[in-house]
């Protein structure tokens, strides 16, 4: 028989709990006493201890407090780079990865099981899309990971597996909790979503005043060869993609990075080094250049040290700022591209 859910009070927001207590004709500071509570949290609803037991009573008919379960945690020793490995409530496994650096903790959080993008590069899309993640689940990635290590997390990437911005109403909720003041206040400013390039939505996101980093993964600034790589850029192509950037700089004040993952022979070369600083000429923008991970396609092979440097040379010639970014996780795949989905059966 199908597992009967209640419904979670985590993940929902000061107007939904309000509704809740009104509804239940509460006086209406239980609301704001509720949302304080889940989002303190509390792994019950016994533990609301300002609330009269019939209140709690009422509140457990219908509703649970439910978190992310972790299964396995693996660590890569040299850097402390944790990846987690979290239970949904429906059996779904995903991946979060915690990301030590000197500044503080960064969480790499997951926005879909699974990924439909289809990236040749990339292992997230290898077993398709399972489903969209809801805003309780990207947000409880977060309290789950601080709670176990006693540390708080300063900064957010939403570079685990999926897209992002092909779940994007969920994304934006994940966004405003986590930033709600009585939540987790995390500055949008240490927040940065990634996208493979989905213009419409970077639109969308710019007007919606959300605030957060924009990243975008562009991987190639041939039309061809991005189609190639990455079957989104056929729905979405570069004159499209670099409208919406140039939109959101403008929109936003914020500068834009571009991530670029380099394959040797691929899109190394003096030629693709020249295109895209003429195509990011003018725009305020920072490429990360990212030696590639051998995720799902062992014939990819990174670029070496040397044609790393040289590519990112081109580029600080033409004036494009441009960083190196350090691999961390590969050897536990938790680096970019490396991240998976999927089901978890107890034995
Ligand atoms: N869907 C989003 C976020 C997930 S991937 C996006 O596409 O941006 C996070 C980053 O890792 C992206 O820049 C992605 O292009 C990059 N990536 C994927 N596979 C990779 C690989 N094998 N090596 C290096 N980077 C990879």
Known sequence: MDKIYKKNLFGLSIDEI??????????????????????????????????????????????????LQIIKKIEEKKTKTTKYLLRTEDDLLI????????????????????????????ASATGGLKRNLSAAEMLSQVYV?????????????????????DNYENTIGFLNLISDKDTRNLSKRNITLSTCGIADKIVLLADSKTGVNL???????????????????????????????????????????FEYALIAGVNDTLGHGQ???????????????????????????????????????????????????????????????QLKSGFYKEV
């Open 95 to 122: 991946e979060a990865v915690l990301l030590r650096y000197r500044h503080g903790n960064s969480l790499c959080v997951s926005s879909q099981a699974g990924c439909s993008m289809a990236c040749v590069f990339c």
């Open 215 to 257: 990243s975008v993964s562009l991987h190639s600034p041939f039309q061809d060869q991005r189609e190639m790589m990455m079957p989104v850029a056929k729905n979405f192509p570069l004159e499209k993609l670099m409208e919406a950037c140039s939109y959101y700089v403008q929109k936003t004040k914020r500068r834009i990075t």
């Open 145 to 165: 990971v601080e709670r176990d290590t006693g540390q708080k997390i300063s900064n957010v990437v939403m570079m685990g597996s999926g897209e992002p911005l």
């Open 275 to 337: 295109a895209l600083a003429q195509l990011l000429r003018g725009l305020n923008c920072l490429v990360n250049l990212i030696p590639i991970n051998q995720a799902s396609n062992p014939t990819l092979k990174s670029s070496n040290d040397e044609a790393i440097a040289a590519f990112a040379e081109i580029l600080t010639k033409k004036h494009i700022n441009t960083t190196v970014r350090r691999t961390l996780g590969s050897s536990i795949n938790a680096a970019c591209g």
């Open 18 to 67: 309000q509704t809740i207590a009104d509804e239940n004709g509460w006086p209406s500071y239980r609301g704001a006493q509720i949302f304080r509570w889940v989002y303190q949290g509390v792994a019950d609803i016994d533990e609301m201890s300002n609330l009269p037991l019939s209140a709690r009573e009422a509140l457990k008919k219908q509703y649970q407090i439910f978190h």
